[in-house]
C-alpha cells in the first residue's frame, strides 16, 4: 500500500470544513495513518513549493498559505495518490468536476481547499517533509477487509 501527503489548507480550516473533507477519504476507505495541524514556515513553503518559488505569483501562494495554520495529513491505501488525486480534482477549483472537494468547495486556483502529492515519488519527499518517522502510524484497520478484496491488498 502507498502512503501520500495531504494538506488541509487555509482555505479549508476558515471556511469551517476538515470535518466534511476528512470524512471524504474515510468514507473512500482510505486510512488516516499520520495527522496534525501546523503554521507553514517561510522555509517550508520555499523548500515545498521550489518549483514555483521564482514564479510572480509565489508571493500569493506564500500569503495564502500563511494565512492560518494547515492541518497535514498522511494518508495509507491502495494506489492511494492517484485515489485522493481524483477525489481532490484538478487545481482549479472552478474546472473541477462536481463530486470532487474541489468541485464541491472551491471557485479558485489558489483557494481550492487542499494540495495533494501528485506522484508516489513526490509523496514520499513531501512526508518526510512534514513527518518525522515515529507521527506515522501503522496500525491495522480492522475495516481494510470490507474495503479491498484479499488480492487488493
Known sequence: MQITLVILKPSAIQRGILGEVIS???KKGIQIVGLKMVHLTDKILAEHYAHLFNK???G???DSMQASPVVVM???GVDVVHVVRKLT???NGRDAEPGTIRGD???SVQENIVHASDSPETAAVELKRFFSDSEIFDYASHLTPYFYANDER
Open 24 to 26: 471524504r477519504f474515510e
Open 89 to 91: 480534482g484538478v487545481t
Open 56 to 58: 510572480p505569483f509565489y
Open 105 to 107: 468547495y472551491s471557485m
Open 74 to 76: 498522511a494518508l495509507k
Open 60 to 62: 500569493r501562494i506564500k
